[in-house]
């Protein structure tokens, strides 16, 4: 978020854009591709709801923003308004510097960049972090999150899904697998079932 405000021009549109777009991508674990398609009608900053319509899978949700990532998005919203009047492109939501929708390629180029500066490179045969990352980490931290509060993650992980925009409740629970934090969750779940359904079939 930082390098992102040190973006050229400093004073100008583009860095706030992605000041915007990746918080709003590390706090609702949004797909890219869902974020910089987002047109204004889609977004309602009063009631702090976002319209995903037709995203992967052909399915829409919508998605309940923090009150914090509200607050930013309405920053963001009034500056853009005031730089760019009248867009080139009224209908998006984030626009680049010359007042046109932003897309992937652009948003996932600059986090390149960004990354490149930092010296994120790949390491022990993974590849280099990703902008569409800040998805699976949203999803592993809330699910760690649950488990640290105790709640009963079955139950949760319906609505996550559901958060999340997945086809399936399988396709959330390969997030426990996400960290390691995780993945003890998941052995540990495991052996309790093993040995619940072992000492049935002794009985």
Known sequence: MKAAAELSPVDGLRPRTYIALFGLLASTGLRISEAVKLRRSDVDLKQGVLRILESKFRKSRLVVIHPTTRIQLQAYERFRDQYHYPPRDPGAFFLSERG??????????????????????????????????????FACRRLLQWYREGVNIDHAIASLSTYLGHETLRDTYWYLTGIPELMVIATTRFECFAKKHHQEALS
């Open 100 to 137: 046109k929708a932003l897309n992937r390629t652009m948003a996932e180029n600059t986090f390149w960049r960004i990354s490149r500066r930092f010296g994120w490179n790949a390491a022990g045969g993974r590849s280099c972090p990703r902008l569409y990352d800040l998805r699976h980490t």
